[in-house]
């Protein structure tokens, strides 16, 4: 049956039609892709076993935190590898009191979502300038201020986002009791391919006791995702616990730790993750004295899948 010519659509008529009908379902797709893009800049837990409200000695310091997760996804387990190779630059200058340091880091990440085949690639740098004070009496705080830059690694997070971390520490009578709160802001909360990120709080907790060169204690940390103005995104959350061990071998430190979670919400299982650290001196000033541990911290979570 032919049309009546009123019925019929020109070209142009139909294109601004299927614009339409784009448009309207476009944020539908995004909200549908974001629960499977999501992830922070900064991976929980990272900075556990730091002293991270503590002033360090002048130098410049190699770390590298290295860890591996399991998560109990359906049917098949999800597996990570992270690596958050850093330098650490505690300057001799000083800044409304504090202790300027300067610290770069470059994560490389490899990941098995849900038993699939490995992926791997680099993850978010981070530069950033961290002011540390000394309260005396072995009571120090800080404050951490740096940026991830954007990357094209599209199962890690993609965009640019700030990073700012508060932390406290003491660190008299061979304890480290330090509490390190990261607060993350994304630029822009849609990624490339769609997918929300959003605005996150971490808090990664220590209380390690020193036996000469041994070091050991609980550990903890919590992780949430914030409010976001995406209506469908379901926000992720965590918290975990665990324990540290230690060793000073004199110029090189190690500490190895296993965190649990112990609640989780969406990320669709329970994590055991875990941690190796070294911390290595390449100059200090005026000193021989045993590698400290450092306030460092690298790159975000996975992207959910």
């Known amino acids: 049956m032919i049309r009546s010519p009123s019925k019929i659509e020109t070209p142009s008529k139909a294109f601004r039609s299927l614009l339409r009908r784009l448009s309207r379902g476009l944020p539908l797709l995004l909200l549908g892709a974001a629960p499977a893009m999501a992830g922070s800049a900064a991976q929980p837990g990272q900075t556990i076993g730091l002293p991270a409200g503590a002033q360090l000695p002048v130098g410049l310091y190699f770390v590298n935190t290295s860890s591996f997760g399991v998560r109990d996804t359906r049917p098949l387990d999800s597996e990570s590898n992270i690596n958050l190779p850093a330098f650490v630059w505690s300057t001799p200058w000083t800044l409304f009191g504090a202790r300027l340091n300067l610290i770069a880091i470059q994560p490389v990440v490899a990941s098995s979502p849900r038993g699939t085949p490995y992926q791997s690639g680099i993850g978010q740098p981070l ?4 002011l540390a004070w000394d309260l005396g009496n072995k009571f120090g705080v800080s404050y951490l201020f740096g940026g991830y830059l954007p ?8 965009n640019t986002s700030f990073s700012h971390r508060f932390a406290a520490s003491y660190t008299g009578d061979g304890l480290n009791l330090t509490a390190n709160l990261l607060y993350g802001i994304f630029i822009d909360p849609v990624s490339p391919q769609g997918g929300v990120y959003p605005d996150y709080l971490n808090i990664d907790l220590t209380a390690t006791k020193k036996f000469g060169k041994w070091e050991v204690g609980p550990v903890a940390f919590a992780s949430t995702d914030l409010p976001t103005r995406f209506p469908g995104y379901q926000r992720q959350g965590q918290i975990a616990v665990g324990g540290l061990v230690g060793y000073n071998f004199g110029p090189v430190n190690l500490q190895a730790y296993v965190t649990r979670d112990i609640a989780e919400r969406n990320y669709g299982g329970r994590e055991t993750r875990g941690w190796l650290r070294v911390i290595v001196p390449i100059y200090k000033e ?16 996975i992207a959910r899948q």
């Open 286 to 301: 005026g000193t021989s004295a045993a590698a400290p541990t450092l306030p460092v911290a690298g790159p975000g979570r």
């Open 151 to 158: 990357i094209e690694t599209r199962f890690l997070t993609q």
């Open 127 to 130: 530069l950033a300038g961290q």
